[in-house]
C-alpha cells in the first residue's frame, strides 16, 4: 500500500475515531462517594461505577512506525479499545472492588494508549499523567523487534497493558513518603500476574535476596505469596495505604507479620532458604 494512501487512510480513519463518541460518564467524584466498604472481606463487588470507567482513546500513529502498524495490524481500533477496557476494568476490581479498606480511586477522566518511541529509557511500554490524564505509551522499537509468532507479540502486549493500566489506578505514596519503586513495579505486575500473564523476563517463584530488590519478578511472587498464603487482599489494601504514606511496618499493620519475617516465611514456602 503506497504512504499516501496509508496515510490518507489513517486520515479518515482520525476523523471516524473523532466523531465517534467513546464517552461513559465523565468522573464526577469517584473520591466521596463509595459504593461499598464496611466489615469483611470482598463482597463480590462485580459493579463498576461510571466514576471508574473513564473514557478510552487509542491514539494513531504516523505510518512507517514499524512498532504502531504491527501493533493496529494485530489489534485494530476495536481490539485495542477492548483490551483497554478489560484490563481497566479487571485492576479496578483487584485493587478496589469490595475491599475492605475503602478506598477512594484517583480521578481518570481520559485512557489514552499511544505506540511511540520511548527516548530516554530502556523500557517496553510506561504510563505519564499529561494534563491529569492517563496515557499509555507502548515503544514503539520493543513492539516492532518482539520476537515470536503474532500470538506471541499478542500476549505480550497484553501482560505489559495490565501491568501499565496498574500504574493508572494505583497510588503512588506522597512526597516524604515514596515506596520503593519495587513495590509499585510490584503491584502492576501483580495484577498481570493475576490475569495469567506471568512474564517469562521473571525471576522463578522464591528467588531473590531481599523483598524489595530490583530485579524482575522478585517482589511480584513475593507479594503473590503474602496475597495467597499471609493475608489475602493484602495487596489491595496495600495499595490502599499508599494513598496516604508509606513504611515498612504496612505490612506488619495489614498482616501482623513485619516484612522480614514475611520474606522469610515466604523463602521458607519456596525452600530457597
Ligand atoms: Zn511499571
Not at 475515531?17 to 473520591?31: A, F, P, T, W
Not at 463509595?34 to 500513529?61: C, F
Not at 518511541?117 to 530502556?122: A, E, M, Q, R, Y
Not at 519478578?217 to 499471609?230: A, I, K
Amino acid at each position: 500500500m503506497s504512504t499516501l494512501l496509508w496515510r490518507n487512510l489513517l486520515y479518515c480513519f482520525f476523523i471516524l475515531l473523532s466523531v465517534m463518541s467513546y464517552s461513559q460518564e465523565q468522573m464526577s467524584d469517584g473520591q466521596t462517594e463509595m459504593p461499598y466498604g464496611g466489615e469483611g472481606m470482598p463482597d463480590n463487588q462485580k459493579e463498576i461505577p461510571d466514576s471508574a470507567r473513564p473514557q478510552l482513546a487509542l491514539l494513531l500513529g504516523t505510518a512507517g512506525e514499524k512498532g504502531w502498524e504491527r501493533f493496529y495490524e494485530l489489534f485494530g481500533y476495536g481490539n485495542a479499545i477492548a483490551l483497554m477496557q478489560e484490563s481497566s476494568d479487571f485492576v479496578w476490581l483487584l485493587v478496589y472492588g469490595g475491599r475492605m479498606l475503602s478506598t477512594p480511586w484517583p480521578t481518570v477522566p481520559r485512557i489514552a494508549l499511544c505506540v511511540k518511541t520511548i527516548v530516554l529509557k530502556n523500557t517496553p511500554a510506561h504510563t505519564t499523567f499529561p494534563d491529569g490524564e492517563a496515557l499509555i505509551t507502548l515503544d514503539d522499537k520493543y513492539v516492532s523487534t518482539y520476537p515470536g509468532s503474532d500470538d506471541d507479540v499478542i500476549t505480550e502486549i497484553e501482560g505489559v497493558m495490565y501491568h501499565e493500566m496498574t500504574h493508572v489506578w494505583q497510588w503512588f505514596g506522597v512526597k516524604e513518603f515514596r515506596p520503593p519503586g519495587p513495590l509499585i513495579e510490584g503491584i502492576a505486575d501483580f495484577s498481570r500476574l493475576k490475569k495469567g500473564f506471568a512474564s517469562e523476563n521473571w525471576v522463578e517463584p522464591g528467588q531473590g535476596y531481599q523483598w524489595d530488590q530490583k530485579k524482575n519478578g522478585v517482589t511480584v511472587y513475593f507479594l503473590e505469596y503474602c496475597d495467597r498464603q499471609e493475608k489475602p487482599g493484602i495487596v489491595a489494601d496495600l495499595n490502599a495505604k499508599l494513598k496516604e504514606s508509606w513504611d515498612e511496618s504496612l505490612f506488619y499493620e495489614l498482616s501482623g507479620k513485619s516484612v522480614g519475617q514475611l520474606w522469610r516465611a515466604y523463602k521458607r514456602f519456596y525452600k530457597e532458604l
